[in-house]
């Protein structure tokens, strides 16, 4: 099958916020004067341009909205090595950045895969309540690594690995990296104990945890209900034909579940929340028509924030 890459250039403006850390903002076209910024977050592997969507999406936006890739300590190979509770650091330091100097009206944050991990960590979990605050949050391909796992790997290496994890975290040596020989067949970034045991949660409350089917009503009252208590306006994009969701996970009904915690509270799922039908994890190899789809509920979701937020 052909790659999905095309190679192409992309106008844009890129911000320095921490020492070390970068966020790119896509310019299309000209700029509002000061844009709002939807802020993407990749998933575990990912980089800035490693995901073929987003440049479409960049110029599908509304005209007072630019995407704005960030980058954090986790990106590409690092997430091994990191961990939501320091992406959460990376992000509020962003939005600082993006509030103070660049004087954005309103940040939305969107997250691919792991990214949506990022988002419930920032809004849900630690100094939650200190960070700052943003006027959207967008989840496309949400799913579990702790069934992924179980599904994908050969029988017992998920087990030994738990295992091994377990007695090195036990030891003091949770910041030390897995030998080579007993994830390299399956992970290709160094990986922590600490952090193997937060994605593959053996019992069922890693902190990377947010996704699983078989999540308890007091979980996800403390991770979707807390974002419903927020208040801040949820986009849920699940693709239908995610190839990293085990076939037996209903995804209309874990969906609904999630929506159900979200507006005891008091909160919103967007109407453009949706399984997007065909769509596979990254969308990378999908039909225009599917990719466009989604982008289109995306920007949909944008232009509601701005309507709810001139009824304000």
Known sequence: MPSPFKPSANPGILHHYLPRLIAFEHSPTPPPSPPSHLLWIGGL????HTVPYVHRLAHSLPPTWR???????????????????????????????????????????????????????????????????????VLQAPVSDRE???????EGVYEGL???????????????????????????????????????SPGKDGEDDFFSSDLTDGQLRGSFGVVGGKKVPLLILFSGSDEHVPAKVDKKALVE????????????????????????????????????EAIGRVARFLENIDKQESRL
């Open 162 to 200: 738990n295992e091994l994890a377990k007695g090195w975290v036990a030891e003091g040596r949770g910041e030390d990296v897995l030998p080579r020989e007993r994830v390299r067949p399956f992970v290709k970034a160094p990986v922590t104990a600490r952090r193997w045991l937060s994605l593959a």
């Open 45 to 48: 592997g990912d980089s800035l």
């Open 67 to 137: 995407l704005t890739e960030v980058q954090l300590s986790s990106t590409r190979d690092g997430w091994g090595l990191s961990s939501l509770s320091k992406d959460a650091d990376e992000l509020a330091a962003c939005i600082s950045y993006l509030r103070a100097a660049r004087a954005a009206p309103k940040i939305a944050l969107m997250g691919h895969s792991t990214g949506c991990q990022d988002i419930m960590y920032y809004l849900t979990r630690g100094r939650h309540a200190e960070r700052g605050r943003v006027e959207g949050a």
């Open 257 to 292: 579940r999630w929506t159900g915690f979200v507006e005891r509270e008091g909160g919103i799922v967007d109407g453009e929340s949706a399984i997007v039908k065909e769509a596979t994890h990254n969308m990378a190899r999908n039909e225009d028509g599917v990719v466009d």
């Open 148 to 154: 992924g796992l179980v599904d994908d790997l050969p």
